[in-house]
């Protein structure tokens, strides 16, 4: 199976570079290469197909007829039918090999970030840049879930196997550019891909078919949820501690105030080099004092006291929710905020780190990192908190969300408080956490009614199953025997 699997790789890296150097002549020879060939160079056509029901008889027989018809008196008709058939298997030909030249198929989105629940518009584009029309031109789309023109049923099948094949069927004439809309409804948060696409047609009379899958990707991002603190039974006032002084004593080092002369308490880092030049002594920087708080969320993706057995789906939802919660609070009080999280981006091993800060686009940085949080966690929590705070400013305030509460996460919690940190758990967990000398523990059980299904309304497959009607009673009717001795049954 190796070899098999470096051959299949070699004779791909073959054809690449064969679609390269025929792109190289092209332009060598004075020609413009067409889509198709700077498509294969770029490795965008991964595969290509052509099936053809057309018989290799066909022709043989074409001119068998057209012989018979010369020997029979030169019979016209007879004549007519070999030659059409010969007629028929050229332009049929010729017609397969210019089927997919010039045409397109563009998608286009109303938006590329959602939250759970909201409608996606999708705008697909099919072009034909060509004077030849298409009788037939077909085109075989992988989304992630199907649309909701599809039906209910399909679309809980596909949220079940995470893809749906959109079949996209049409004719078109020379020119003509056609437009056609899908409507999508994402339930839960994540990175959803579209593609690759199959574009299929061929000739008029269908005797050939040709068939290309064009690595032709788009990436949809669905935020998590997020709620009002309220609502999560937090405090949205003074949640981490009482914020007496307006400018904390602790200085901001983007912020630079002034310089002045060296003196001994300063540190090495804090010199001012130009000034110093030009003044022939040391000088030093003179920061602002920081104005603001600093949240930094640390996501635990561990659902259970060792990630490796396991994982609770529901519970990773409610804990990614929550620090989404928090985080998008502390980004409208106007705070530097960050996240952190031991789970990794799909297709990655690396933990997701979002360093904190005040721009206007860190919120949407530290959603998008939350959207792609996946079950597989890269290493403690506790572990990847005693890495991280040390590269975080002093007075940052570290916030533990966690589904689960073990001994060594406490004694993170305390070793960081007792090295001057200001740390902050919320546990998801069914108990509520032990309450730590100086450190605020808040509980978020399940129970909390934003966690709770509406009554009203059921899932697709709740409400799916509910049409299905309940199968009829079966009644049965006894009836009194009597039997040879006299007794009744």
Wanted: glycine content about 6%; charged content about 25%; aromatic content about 8%.
């Amino acid at each position: 199976m190796e070899e098999i699997q470096f051959q299949v790789r070699e004779n791909e890296a073959r054809i690449k570079r064969r679609a390269r150097q025929r792109v190289r002549d092209a332009i060598r020879a004075g020609k413009m290469p067409d889509e198709q060939q700077v498509a294969r160079a770029r490795g965008l056509i991964l595969r290509e197909r052509q099936n053809s029901i057309f018989s290799e008889a066909w022709i043989p027989m074409a001119f068998l007829i057209i012989t018979g018809g010369l020997i029979a008196n030169r019979n016209a008709a007879v004549v007519a039918i070999g030659v059409g058939m010969i007629l028929i298997f050229l332009v049929s030909n010729w017609w397969k090999r210019i089927a997919l030249v010039g045409v397109t198929y563009e998608r286009g989105f109303d938006r590329n970030h959602v939250f759970p629940g909201e409608p996606v518009i999708m705008r697909l584009t099919i072009t034909n840049r060509k004077p030849v029309p298409l009788t037939w031109l077909q085109f075989k789309d992988q989304v992630p879930l199907a649309p909701k023109e599809a039906g209910k049923l399909a679309v809980i099948s596909s949220e079940v196997s995470e893809t749906f094949t959109l079949e996209t069927s049409l004719s078109a004439n020379a020119y003509q550019r056609t437009y056609r809309t899908v409507q999508f409804h994402f339930p839960k948060r994540g990175f959803y891909e579209f593609g690759p696409v199959r574009y299929v047609s061929g000739d008029v009379f269908t005797l050939f078919t040709i068939e290309r899958e064009h690595q032709y990707l788009n990436r949809l991002i669905v935020y998590p949820k997020v709620w009002p603190l309220e609502t999560l039974s937090l405090p949205a006032k003074e949640m981490f501690g009482e914020i007496n002084v307006r400018r904390s004593l602790f200085t901001d080092p983007i912020k630079t105030q002034g310089i002045r002369d060296y003196q001994t308490q300063d540190r090495f880092r804090d010199i001012h080099w130009k000034a110093t030049a030009r003044r022939g002594h040391l000088q030093t920087k003179v920061y602002d004092p920081s104005s603001g708080m600093t949240v930094v969320a640390f996501l635990n993706v561990a659902t259970y006291a060792k990630h490796w057995m396991g994982y609770d789906s529901d519970l990773l939802e409610r804990a990614v929710s929550v620090a989404a919660s928090i985080t998008s609070y502390c980004a409208e009080q106007k705070w530097g905020v960050g996240v952190y999280a031991n789970g990794s981006i799909p297709r990655s091993d690396q933990p997701i780190r979002v360093p904190p800060g005040r721009s206007p686009d860190q919120l949407m940085h530290i959603l998008e990192a939350l959207a792609a949080v996946t079950e597989f966690a890269t290493g403690s929590i506790e572990l990847l908190m005693y890495r991280e705070s040390k590269r975080l400013p002093w007075e940052a305030t570290l916030v533990l969300v966690t589904g689960v509460v073990t001994e060594e996460m406490l004694v993170a919690l305390m070793r960081l408080k007792e090295a001057g940190r200001r740390v902050t758990l919320i546990s998801l967990a069914r108990d509520a956490p032990p309450q730590l000398d100086g450190i605020l523990a808040y509980h978020v059980p399940s129970k909390t009614a934003v966690f709770q299904p509406h009554e009203s309304k059921g899932s697709e497959t709740e409400l799916a199953l509910g049409n299905i009607p309940d199968p009829a009673r079966l009644e049965l009717e006894l009836e009194e025997v009597t039997t040879p001795n006299g007794q009744r049954r």
